[in-house]
């Protein structure tokens, strides 16, 4: 016979498919802060879309992978699935108002681009352009397109898209001493409440180095 644990009144404790009980779910908020993926795309006949994911991380380093997961099958999930290919791009603290922009809901023909009056950037290996506003972008083709499910099994509208970063470009005056200058690159961060966002800064850096 097993016993329930002892309950801490310090404690908030729920399982989410009961409700959180709170003004705003807590899980992003603890998740986090995490990096925006700002993903450029191109559907099959060459319109642009550019949207900020907040749910976005690397995953591998040799080969180079990244990821985003979109919550319904939005339009960028379908025009990576139309073409394989999509480009990342950083959002840094300049680039905040103009990124939360590129957040409207507008027709697929619309370009977020003229919208919000970035520069499209050729790439290099990938049909979508890059941001030329951002200073550093990842190239990448999709290595696969997941739908999520609950441990029921029941599918989940969520679409988690990965892909190989082919090619990278780094504004070189983040590069000091040929590394990236990460605490002063002005990168922005997702977490806490609804309209919480976070930079980070030299203050934040610290080294530790792993035991031998």
Not at 95 to 124: H, I, K, R, W, Y
Request: with cysteine; proline share 10%; hydrophobic share 40%.
């Amino acid at each position: 016979m097993t016993t329930a644990p002892p309950r801490r009144d310090d404690i908030h404790s729920y399982e989410p498919r009961l409700g959180h009980g709170l003004p705003h779910d807590p899980f992003n908020a603890i998740v986090g802060p995490r990096p925006i993926g700002w993903i450029a795309t191109q559907n099959a006949q060459g319109a642009t879309n550019l949207a900020p994911y907040s749910f976005f991380n690397a995953f591998n380093y040799v080969p180079p992978i990244v990821g985003f997961a979109s919550i319904g099958f939005k339009d960028t999930v379908r025009n990576v699935q139309e073409t394989g290919e999509f480009v990342w791009n950083l959002v840094t603290r300049d680039l905040a108002d103009v990124m939360n922009q590129s957040c409207a809901a507008v027709p697929p023909e619309v370009s977020e681009f003229a919208l919000t009056g970035l520069t499209p950037l050729p790439s290099t290996l990938v049909a979508p352009p890059r941001v030329a506003e951002s200073p550093v972008t990842f190239e990448c083709r999709s290595t696969q397109i997941l739908q999520l499910q609950g441990v029921d099994g029941a599918p989940v509208d969520t679409w988690l898209v990965l892909g190989e970063v082919v090619a990278v470009h780094i504004d070189k005056a983040l590069l000091k001493d040929g590394v990236y200058d990460t605490a002063n690159a002005g990168h922005i961060l997702r977490g806490g409440g609804p309209a919480d966002y976070f930079t980070v800064g030299p203050e934040q850096l610290f080294r530790m180095f792993r035991p031998r």
